[in-house]
């Protein structure tokens, strides 16, 4: 790769300094540097400190951003960490809540299946009904609403279960979006 030779201007000295990084970017740090070294000689010389060794402490302060930028880039690797055990946490929660969701489907469905054979066999049997009409109305009102109660507990069932799928949905697509958020803020693909 070859050397950017730039020439800066770092605290009233004229430099040229070359480097493989980006013209662009040679000039950015040494514009960081030329603003650390004056605003520490204006700490100095409001302290009535000496200045002479503006270029130690400018790197100091310097230096200290580096480890600062270096702590906080660990931090959001741990963080990132953390955030991509989340989504496979949430992903193996929203897998079980579609398991989960399919067996209570198929639950009803049975019920469903059993109350049709149910009805057809109370059809089937009107003419016994006709006749013992007073025993079997006290049996059908007890089974219909035995049935009706059942038929409401599964229904209930079924929609808190739709409710906790569409939650599930809804928490999936925000860790997602903040996920996508969080790797586009950090640079990560």
């Not at 400018?58 to 990132?80: C, H, P, Q, W």
């Amino acid at each position: 790769m070859d050397n950017n030779k730039v020439s800066a201007k770092i605290y009233g000295q004229e430099y040229v300094i070359s480097g493989e990084m980006p013209r662009e970017e040679i000039v950015r740090v040494a514009a960081h540097v030329d603003m650390k070294m004056n605003e520490i000689a204006e700490m100095a010389g409001q302290l009535g400190a000496n200045s002479s060794n503006v270029a130690i402490l400018a790197a100091v302060n310097i230096t200290g951003e580096y480890f600062r930028a270096v702590r906080e880039i660990d931090e959001l690797k741990s963080l990132n960490v953390q955030l991509e055990k989340d989504a496979q946490h949430y992903v193996q929660l929203w897998d079980e809540s579609k398991k989960n969701y399919s067996d209570y489907k198929e639950e009803t469905q049975a019920v469903t299946q059993q109350k049709e054979k149910l009805m057809a066999q109370i059809m089937s049997q009107e003419e016994e009904i006709a006749r013992l009409k007073k025993e079997v109305e006290e049996a059908g009102a007890s089974a219909k609403s035995g049935m009706d109660d059942m038929i409401n507990e599964i229904e209930g069932k079924c929609r808190e279960l739709e409710n906790s799928f569409f939650d599930l949905q809804m928490e999936n697509l925000q860790l997602k979006k903040e996920l996508d958020k969080y790797k586009n803020s950090t640079g990560q693909f």
